[in-house]
């Protein structure tokens, strides 16, 4: 019974896979050493820039699923300023002000299953107002700004 069970879970799953084969993104991340900010104030610096763009990268994700169908995102990201700044007290941290706003840059390319590109463009995004509004659906996400950022791009260039 235990046998069968693991069965229909994996063939569900697969069929699952095929039902949802909405659009994608592939996330290319050039020189990040040489990112305006991508520091972690109190924590490992390595294992943080890793959070961060597993982040980005999933965010960008979930953007693309809203694409039409057989579509590909590609993302070429240039560089990253996370809002805030970090500075040095009694121990480093992250100082989130509106004068330190988040930006990123990026190129991008939209390709259909055929591999025909469909649209492209550089992008060089900053929030300057990103502590103004209240927009709650990023409340409590480490880089709620960022991706609210990016979902106004995304918005403003392909669902409009």
């Known amino acids: ?11 569900s799953s ?6 949802s084969s909405a659009a994608t993104s592939e996330v290319t ?14 924590g490992h610096r390595a294992k943080f820039k890793a959070h961060v763009f597993a982040n980005f990268e ?3 994700t979930s953007l693309a699923q809203k694409l039409p169908e057989g579509q590909t995102l590609f993302i070429d990201v240039q560089d990253v300023d996370l809002a805030g700044d970090v500075h040095q007290n009694m121990r480093r941290i ?13 190129s991008y390319k939209v390709v259909d299953s055929g591999k025909n590109e469909l649209s492209s463009g550089d992008v060089n995004l900053k ?4 502590m103004m509004g209240s927009n709650l659906r990023y409340n409590q996400d480490s880089l709620g700004y960022e991706k609210r950022m ?4 995304f ?6």
């Open 150 to 153: 990016l979902d106004g791009w």
């Open 155 to 160: 918005e403003k260039t392909f669902l409009q």
């Open 29 to 42: 991340w050039s020189n990040p050493d040489k990112y305006r900010d991508v520091d972690a104030g109190n």
């Open 1 to 11: 019974m235990k046998n069968l069970s693991v069965i229909l879970i994996a063939v």
């Open 94 to 106: 992250r100082v989130i002000k509106d004068i330190f706003f988040p930006r990123i840059k990026f």
């Open 58 to 60: 999933e965010h960008f």
């Open 14 to 19: 697969l069929f699952l896979t095929f039902i």
């Open 127 to 130: 929030d300057m107002s990103f």
